[in-house]
C-alpha cells in the first residue's frame, strides 16, 4: 500500500532525482521521451519473484539530441545508470523496504561505463548529426527489470507510485567518462501500478490522502489524520511501516513545485485498540483492525503548494 498526503497540498509521488556528476566531453541526452512502462501485477505469487519489463527498441519513444561531436565515433561509451539504493545483503536495488528490483542485460553494464563494440553503438557520433529518434540507439537495448517481493504482505494490493528509475547514458570521450550525466540519454520512466497478490487481509483504501489545508506561514507546527482499516479472514500477527526517504532529522521532505524543500512531516502510525505508536508498529489482527495516520507539520515556510510521498508496508511477521 502506498500512503501520501498534503499542506494545501496534494501528496503525489516526487521522482527521485537524477543526480549530477562531472561533465562529459560529448554527452547524447534525450529530447523527449524514454523508455516508460508500468507495473501491474496479478498472480498468485505473493513473496519472491512477481514481474519483470524487457526494455526494448519497441517499448521506447521519443528523440535524443546528438549535438556536435568532434570526437570519433569508436570512442563511445555507454552504460546505465538505476536511482535507487543497492542493497547488498540482497544484490538487488531497493524501491522500498519490501520491493526491490534487479537488472540484467548482456549489451549496458550497469556498474561501469563500456566501449563501443560496433556500428550500432555508434550512432549520434556522426559528425553534424543534430538527433535521432531514441529507436536508433539498438545497442541501448534489451533491458530486463526484475521486481521482487521480500517478504509476504497482509493485504492483496500495493500501489506503486510513478518515479524515475535511472537511465540509458551515452558519451564520446577520448577515456572512459566519469561521472554521472545531468539528463540521461533515455530515462526508464515507471509509470507507477498495482501488485495484486493472494494475502489473507485487505485495506480499507489503496492509497491515503492526509491534507493539512491552507495553513498560515507563521504556524510553527501542525497535525492531521486519516484512518486506514484492515479486514482479515484469519487471524495474523504483522508489522504495520511507514516508509519514505528520510531527511538529515529523520523526516520526510516536502517540496514546491520548484524541488525546494518548504516543510518537513513527522509521519506515524497508531494501532487504535492499544494505543501503540510510532513509525512503525508490532500488531495484532484478529479479524478488523483501525489504524491512526498521522502527519505532523514543522519548519513551515514560503508559500504555495507542498507535496511528499510515503508508503505504508504491512508485512506477515
Known sequence: MRWHGVTHLTWVLMGLAVWSGESLAYKVESEYGGASFALNVAGMASVGKIGEFVIESSTVSGR???NYSTIPSVMMYHRSFIDLPWDASIGRYR?????SMSYS????????????????DWVCGVRGTTNVFSTALTNAFPITL???LDKRPIDNLITVPAMVLGGYARAFESATPAGRPAI????YNLQGGTIMVPAVCEASSGSIHIDHGTLASDVPSHIATQQLTYTCSTPIKAHIEISYQENANGLLDLKDSTGAVRAQTRLTIMDNETRQKGKEIATEIKQVNSYTVSSELSNITGEGAIQGSAWIIALMD
Open 64 to 66: 535524443v539530441k546528438c
Open 95 to 99: 524501491v522500498n523496504r519490501n520491493l
Open 105 to 120: 542485460s548482456g549489451a549496458v553494464p550497469d556498474t561501469s561505463w563500456d566501449s563501443a563494440s560496433n556500428v550500432s
Open 146 to 148: 526484475t521486481f521482487y
Open 184 to 187: 540521461y540519454t533515455i530515462p
